[in-house]
T-cell receptor
């Protein structure tokens, strides 16, 4: 079964500092990987996706992620954190079963941005 | 295009009752998936509907059911509610054909069971 693991349930950075949120995947087939962000009392917003076209994926709000097969990782980064980035971030893999959609999520990382 | 809409946004029910949640996908999307989010179990997949047929199912008891209409709108029903069913229920839509497209989520329905 495909799965993702997010290391660090809470990450704290200073405004302007690098953001690095970690995600490792387990998959026997080429995975389709996603990062979502969730603000309080809201649904999930797609940040970016990896679908094998390019290993470095750029998303919205200045985020990007690099797919590294050798490390089975898909870490999310942003060069300079902003207060508005404070939210919960989820890594997910699309577990294709019978040709459909089924996202398996990591446990999430709460990002705190401090002045 | 309008995004995914879910109604109602908030709901309070009593144990033993049943509840129906509604989801309208993005126009043109034929796949609708449902997820349950709780502090203890995180985000868990309930089921996916595509062209009015359940295409995939998660590991939830039969009390959780759903359906999809010809206009792709979907409903989810939970019967005989338990306290543990209190959660944020999220609906997501995608085109549903070809390679696995990203799924777009609605704002969710917050269900509280007392």
């Amino acid at each position: 079964a495909q799965s993702v693991t997010q290391l660090g349930s809470h990450v704290s950075v200073s405004e302007g500092a690098l953001v690095l949120l970690r995600c490792n995947y387990s998959s026997s087939v080429p995975p389709y990987l996603f990062w979502y962000v969730q603000y309080p009392n809201q649904g999930l917003q797609l940040l970016l996706k990896y679908t094998s076209a390019a290993t470095l994926v750029k998303g919205i709000n200045g985020f990007e992620a690099e797919f590294k097969k050798s490390e089975t990782s898909f870490h999310l980064t942003k060069p300079s954190a902003h207060m508005s980035d404070a939210a919960e971030y989820f890594c997910a893999v699309n577990s294709l079963t019978g040709g459909g959609n089924k996202l398996t999520f990591g446990t999430g990382t709460q990002l705190k941005v401090e002045l | 295009k309008a995004g995914v809409t879910q109604t109602p946004r908030y709901l309070i029910k009593t144990r033993g009752q049943q509840v129906t949640l509604s989801c309208s996908p993005i126009s043109g999307h034929r796949s609708v998936s449902w997820y349950q989010q709780t502090p203890g179990q995180g985000l868990q997949f309930l089921f996916e509907y595509f062209s009015e047929t359940q295409r995939n199912k998660g590991n939830f008891p039969g009390r959780f059911s759903g359906r999809q209409f010809s206009n792709s709108r979907s409903e989810m029903n939970v019967s005989t509610l338990e306290l543990g069913d209190s959660a944020l229920y999220l609906c997501a839509s995608s085109p549903g054909t070809g390679r696995p497209y990203e799924q777009y989520f609605g704002p969710g329905t917050r269900l509280t069971v007392t």
